[in-house]
């Protein structure tokens, strides 16, 4: 370790040593940043050491993370990560833009962003000692914090709601967790997690309240600006500073993932090694937009809704992350836009028929925003705009039956594919 200096409170200021505390401020719950020594980062680390790295995962980032290499060479946590960055030529011809970027985080081993998380968290929980780790999840935080448990051995508990995707459930199951579905909504198990963790001596994993999954998060940030470096040609000789888009899109619940863009971008300039923050721009469904309230009305004070949208992953009543998720886009001069339901099935849609990218609703409900954020006139055609995909199609096949509609059932005979035809 080394360079793991300790927490500063988000909304205090406090600061913290590594062992002082466990998930957020004792003086006034606030979420908690983990701060680096970013002098020491530099003085044992190049630039163009990471570039030369061999390691295709999020572990390629491991002196700007703030836990020890967990080792485990063979196992799923190796694989997190280090998710394709690709130009969709198709898209970007159609919207008039000529640097769009998508990163695909569905491609994670348990397919969805929250690998990045779970996969610190649970090298974080190996460190302390723990022994049980246990989330709510709307199902992807579940999904990957089961997976990386079942990788290292360790035994996970996941509290969801009843109403999450099958698919999400079965994960959960299948990866050997021990699953309650609660009879209510996405806060409610949040807060009996915190109960459970409390009375049973589990570590908590909960988004926006342990301090290591935005470390996890951040790592996206960093592969952003290292392949687009990459993209643009720059491997040649060491390069001084990487690459920055000028504009990242990202779907907002919590708003955890977008503070730990926020926190990934931010340690990159201390380090120096990139120039700028790029614009960060959350994206919440106009049924689930506590935060996007807030960012609209001028003020940090999050005021919960009763969250309903066909997008789960980003259904939440009070984001447990909205004040730095708020900071994120006023201090990068980004913003929060809310779209429609029927606005992400048809992202959904676009995504697959024009980019190949088969994404849950709470994934696509970024690319939406990128097209409301084009008619509102936030973003130029020549800016560079990375969108993130944060999660597979595959994990809630209804919604994807919605966007796409049923398929024709025939006789296996031609005269009936030929009827069938016109
Ligand atoms: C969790 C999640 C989000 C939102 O992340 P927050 O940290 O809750 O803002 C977006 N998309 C998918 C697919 C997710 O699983
Ligand atoms: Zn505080």
Redesign the pocket.
């Known amino acids: 370790m080394g360079t793991f200096l300790g927490y500063r409170c988000s909304m205090c200021g406090a600061e913290y040593d590594p062992d002082a505390v466990t998930y957020t401020c004792p003086v006034d719950g606030g979420n908690l940043d983990i701060t680096l020594d970013y002098e020491r980062i530099r003085d044992r680390t190049k630039l163009s050491d990471l570039m030369a790295s061999t390691e295709s995962s999020i572990w390629r980032y491991l002196p700007l993370l703030p836990v020890d290499d967990p080792g485990h060479l063979d196992t799923p946590l190796r694989a997190v990560g280090w998710t394709p960055l690709f130009a969709p030529s198709r898209l970007a011809e159609e919207l008039g833009l000529s640097n769009l970027w998508l990163k695909d985080d569905g491609r994670n081993p348990t397919a ?3 690998d990045r998380a779970s996969a610190v968290v649970v090298a974080r929980a190996q460190a302390i000692g723990a022994e049980v780790v246990v989330t709510a999840s ?4 579940g999904a990957a914090l089961a997976g990386m448990a079942a990788a290292v051995g360790m035994p996970a508990v996941i509290l969801a709601p009843q109403t999450a995707p099958q698919a999400k459930v079965a994960q959960l199951l299948i990866f050997g967790a021990r699953v309650f579905l609660i009879e209510g909504s996405y806060d409610q198990a949040f807060d009996l997690t915190l109960e459970a963790a409390e009375a049973f001596g589990w570590y908590c994993r909960n ?2 309240y342990n301090p290591f999954t935005a470390e996890g ?1 951040k790592t996206a940030a960093f592969e952003i600006c290292e392949q687009l470096t990459r993209a643009e040609g720059m491997v040649r000789e060491p390069p001084l500073q990487w690459e920055t888009p000028d504009v990242v899109f ?11 863009l926020h926190k990934g971008f931010k340690d990159l300039y201390e380090l120096g090694w990139i120039g700028r923050v790029p614009r960060l721009y ?1 994206v919440q469904s106009h049924g689930s937009a506590a935060i996007y309230n807030a960012f609209t009305s001028g003020t940090e004070e999050i005021k919960p809704v009763k969250a309903q949208t066909l ?1 789960d ?2 259904s ?1 009543d009070l ?1 447990r ?1 909205g004040l730095r ?1 708020v900071r994120a886009a006023t201090e990068t001069g980004g913003a929060f836009l809310a779209v429609q339901d029927e606005d992400i099935l048809e992202a959904v849609r676009e995504l697959a028929q024009k980019a190949a990218v088969f994404a ?1 609703p ?2 696509a ?1 970024s690319y939406a925003g990128l097209i409301r954020a084009l008619s509102d006139g936030h973003v130029g055609p020549m800016e560079n705009i990375v969108v993130l995909n ?2 597979s199609g595959l ?1 809630d096949v209804n919604a994807a039956m919605k966007a796409a509609g049923e398929a024709i059932i025939i006789e296996p005979k031609l005269e009936a594919l030929e009827k069938a035809l016109l």
């Open positions: 969805s962003f929250k709307t199902g992807n935080a988004t926006g998060k990202v779907s907002v619940g919590d708003g955890n993932i977008i503070s730990g959350g997008a992953s980003i939440v984001p992350d998720a849950e709470a994934g409900a944060t999660g994990k």
